[in-house]
């Protein structure tokens, strides 16, 4: 299958790099993306940069508090934002001709925001923690998840911070966070849909091209010791609910490994009629929900075994076919049955990408991110070449007893 | 390129609308069945969720296993969603396998075999699934919202039914169910792809033409006018209380459909825009999220709702405020400026809604199952458009029903609940489990 899109970079003269994806279309997304996540975060301090981006919305000089959401969304438009361990994604989708009005509001808080109301909006941040971690055992699940497959790396600490990290978080902070890290030489913007490019250009130089570039003081200096043995933790809330979960830390996303390690947690559990599904679910009745996927990171992420069990079943039973399963493949390899079935569902799903504004914005946005841009049109065709061979050899290197991290909710 | 609409007409009624759309070379569809919970006889609620559940769980000639791995072969996204007044099978596929993925779909549809050791799989499931739930604050307070709202009504209960009536369900409870309220209920199928409307039209009629007798009939009951005024307390090991409160929203073929779309989206619909948002949580910080919203659950009213989470210290003040923004609303209605905000929100979110396939799919659904001209959104949109503030003074007086709220709240354990009597004095306040 041939990818029919082109993307368009321009780089300004402060380092701001953009990419525009032309789209027949009546709407435009923009996305810009600053390269600062919970990563750069250090102890005390967790929280940060996800209540740095609740701010970003608290106003400029220009801009009352929630003025920037009101405007995109009288002008037809949406806008949200999100904050990950790796980066703070703003995006909004508007009709096209009301582009001009998002980048000048893009351009004006990337170094005009007021910080106002501060001590409100983190009540509001730790009710979003108590809501969405605390009184979620989804969320208690997921936070506790993370603390047991690092042990020093900041990917297992929660994105949102603890509420003590949050309570101790000055204005000052968030406005040293800002002036580190919201800075042209360390983001970068995405663009699909129906443009007009050189105005669009015109227009971002107008606005962004005025911002100074700084210097870059970027903390990146991440670290985690070679897991030597398992890590085992139960979370006893004397419910219904049991989860469990398996990790093992795996590759970047631009590491080489990355792609048949896709392939293998496909294989495994990434589809209805995977093996995990067919054997947990569908045969031994002893899970409810199961799925196998890797994160996309920028640093080594984890390859996640989740599974909802049966409140009948044992944890143990559970994670004895999760083995079984493993050393079946390491010593039988993948039927080509499978990876065809998995090459065909990652080509479906790249074209259903390709029907939408934010699906291509997003799509450029995560390659560029991982500094993989060129292999986005390469991508369809890097899967084909992959080998059954490859994705058992990738399973050998990674999935080791050793390097398993467990986690028991029940 | 939306205005060119295919229409046709099966001799046993079901109705087809199609969009092609050559863009990217897939196809989507969906089949509606009017159907829903409210079907499930007393005492074996759930029966329409565990049925649904089962249809793909293996046919006369194929396994469960087979049926998943078939949509997985061709990459095909493969979906039933139910809900308490339709079942929908969503389909999306690359072009080369429509014709594939519509046959096999339609086998499975035809001759599912209900297994029994299927069956006592997927109860074991549903009720695991049950019992879940009820750990969850915001799944749980939903489907208490619910039971108080449409009390005394096939309505009421969870679609997936209670432990105790999912055990007491049988095989032929299920068998004769799928023939009777599902296979033999009003359908429609609305789709979008890059193939013709020929062949679209040719492999439907070729396949949905076989089944006969298709009814539109809907179960005759009471529903109240305002509801009955009751709060229900559920006490869990929560450190913030959620909340649910509500009353009856419109048919959305009323006249005054539009008004509430708009003012819905002014009062705390419209997220950052929303009154409720600005006041609640960006000026007091008392909430993380806080909203109202509305949607129609024909042939009967759907409900309106008010929902936050806050913690138990801003709980009052919280709920001090939500009521007044209300009283405030209901009695002034929105201001001008408000409403040409909105109008502004509204116009952009056809090219928006209308961008991806399964987008355009289900606005042609939702014009089936609700009866609209296939272009509903455009029509609604001019409404929108034309709307005056004078016009909203007898609306939000006669809508915005802040007496008559009903609702669910779930408190942290050690909570008093009676202070929920301060704010609705003529209310029943039951604590249940």
Redesign the interface.
């Known amino acids: 299958m041939k990818v029919k899109f082109e993307i368009k970079k321009h780089v300004l003269n402060n380092g701001l790099k953009i990419f525009l994806v032309p789209m027949?279309?009546?709407?435009v997304s923009f996305y810009l993306v600053y390269k600062v996540g919970s990563r750069n975060e250090i102890e005390g301090k967790r929280g940060v940069s996800h209540l740095l981006e609740h701010m970003m919305?608290k106003g400029t000089f220009k801009l009352k508090?929630?003025e920037f959401?009101?405007i995109i969304?009288?002008?037809?438009?949406?806008?949200n934002a999100f904050t990950t361990e790796d980066f703070t994604l703003y995006y909004e989708?508007?009709?096209s001709d009301?582009i001009y009005k998002v980048i000048e509001m893009e351009a004006d808080r990337m170094e005009n925001i007021r910080f106002n109301?501060f001590?409100?909006?983190?009540?509001?941040?730790?009710?979003?923690r108590?809501?969405?971690m605390?009184?979620?055992?989804?969320g208690r699940f997921w936070e506790n998840f993370s603390l047991i497959s690092y042990s020093v790396h900041p990917y297992r600490y929660p994105i949102i911070g603890f509420e003590r990290d949050l309570l101790n978080i000055k204005k000052s902070d968030l406005v040293r966070w800002y002036n580190t890290y919201y800075t042209t030489n360390n983001a970068f913007i995405v663009m699909s849909g129906g443009l007009d490019e050189r105005k669009v250009i015109k227009h971002i130089e107008k606005t962004f091209g005025k911002i100074k570039k700084k210097r870059k003081k970027v903390f990146e200096n991440f670290f985690e010791p070679e897991q030597k043995g398992e890590r085992k933790m139960v979370l006893k809330?004397k419910?219904?609910?049991k989860i469990l979960g398996i990790s093992f830390q795996i590759v970047p996303f631009n590491h080489p490994d990355f792609l048949p390690l896709s392939i293998f947690s496909s294989i495994m559990g990434g589809?209805?009629?995977s093996r995990f599904?067919?054997i947990l679910v569908?045969e031994k009745?002893l899970s409810?929900v199961v799925t196998t996927f890797c994160e996309e990171k920028l640093d080594n992420g984890l390859f996640i075994f989740y599974s909802?069990i049966?409140?009948d079943s044992n944890f143990d039973d559970v994670i004895e076919v999760f083995w079984k399963e493993i050393e079946k493949i390491k010593e039988e390899g993948i039927k080509q049955s499978e990876l065809?079935?998995v090459k065909?569902?990652f080509?479906?799903?790249f074209?259903?990408r390709?029907?939408?504004?934010k699906?291509l914005a997003h799509m450029v946005s995560h390659f560029e991110l991982h500094g993989v841009l060129d292999k986005l049109f390469t991508y369809l065709d890097e899967i084909e070449k992959l080998k059954a061979s490859d994705v058992v050899s990738v399973c050998k290197k990674y999935i080791k007893k050793e390097r398993a991290n467990y986690l028991m909710l029940c | 390129m939306l205005k060119k609409i295919e229409k046709a007409l099966l001799p046993n009624g079901i109705k087809i609308y199609y969009l092609k759309n050559k863009e990217l070379p897939i196809v989507s569809f969906a089949i509606g069945i009017e159907t829903g919970s409210y079907l499930d006889p007393k005492d074996k609620e759930g029966l329409f969720y565990l049925t649904s559940s089962l249809i793909d769980k293996g046919s006369d000639n194929l396994s469960s296993f087979e049926i998943r791995e078939f949509f997985d072969n061709v990459g095909a996204k493969f979906n039933i969603v139910v809900s308490k007044n339709l079942l929908c099978i969503e389909v999306l596929c690359k072009e080369e396998f429509f014709e594939k993925v519509f046959d096999f779909l339609f086998d499975i549809l035809i001759s599912p075999s209900f297994k029994e050791e299927e069956i006592i799989k997927e109860k074991e499931r549903v009720i695991s699934e049950i019992l879940q739930e009820e750990e969850d604050p915001e799944s749980l307070i939903s489907k208490r919202f619910y039971e108080v709202l449409y009390k005394g009504t096939p309505l009421s209960h969870p679609l997936e039914g209670y432990v105790k009536s999912l055990e007491s369900i049988k095989r032929d409870d299920i068998v004769s169910f799928y023939k009777e309220k599902i296979l033999r209920r009003e359908m429609y199928v609305a789709g979008t792809g890059s193939i013709d409307f020929g062949k679209f039209f040719k492999k439907i009629e070729d396949k949905l033409s076989k089944l006969k007798g298709l009814k539109e009939d809907f179960p005759k009951f009471e529903i109240r006018d305002k509801p009955e005024k009751i709060i229900l307390v559920l006490k869990r090991k929560v450190n913030q209380v959620f909340l649910k409160l509500g009353h009856f929203s419109l048919h959305r073929k009323d006249k005054d459909y539009p008004k509430l779309i708009l003012s819905n989206y002014i009062l705390g619909g419209g997220a950052f825009a929303s009154r409720l948002f600005n006041r609640i949580r960006n000026e007091m910080g008392y909430v993380y999220s806080v909203y109202s919203k509305f949607f129609p659950l024909e042939p009967f009213k759907g409900p309106l709702i008010y929902s936050f989470q806050t913690g138990i210290e801003n709980f009052k003040p919280a709920l001090e405020l939500l009521i007044k923004e209300i009283k405030r609303f209901k009695l002034k209605g929105p201001f001008k400026k408000e409403i040409e905000e909105a109008k502004g929100f509204f116009k952009g979110t056809i090219p928006r809604e209308t961008e991806t396939y399964p987008q355009i799919t289900n606005m042609l659904l939702s014009a089936l199952k609700y009866k609209l001209e296939p272009l509903f959104m455009w029509s609604t949109l001019s409404e929108i458009m034309k709307l005056k503030k004078k016009e909203f003074s007898e609306f939000t007086q006669k809508f915005y029903d802040y007496e008559n709220l009903c609702g669910a709240v779930i408190v942290p354990e050690n909570y008093n609940a009676l202070i929920l009597k301060e704010f609705f004095p003529e209310h029943k306040i039951v604590e249940k489990l």
């Open positions: 027949k279309r009546e709407i919305f508090p929630e959401s009101r969304q009288k002008m037809g438009g949406d806008s989708t508007v009709p009301a109301e001590e409100s909006e983190k009540k509001v941040v730790i009710e979003e108590r809501e969405r605390e009184n979620s055992p989804y809330e419910g219904m609910l589809t209805e009629s599904n067919k569908l009745n409810n909802i049966n409140r065809n079935k065909n569902m080509s479906s799903e074209l259903y390709l029907q939408s504004t699906g």
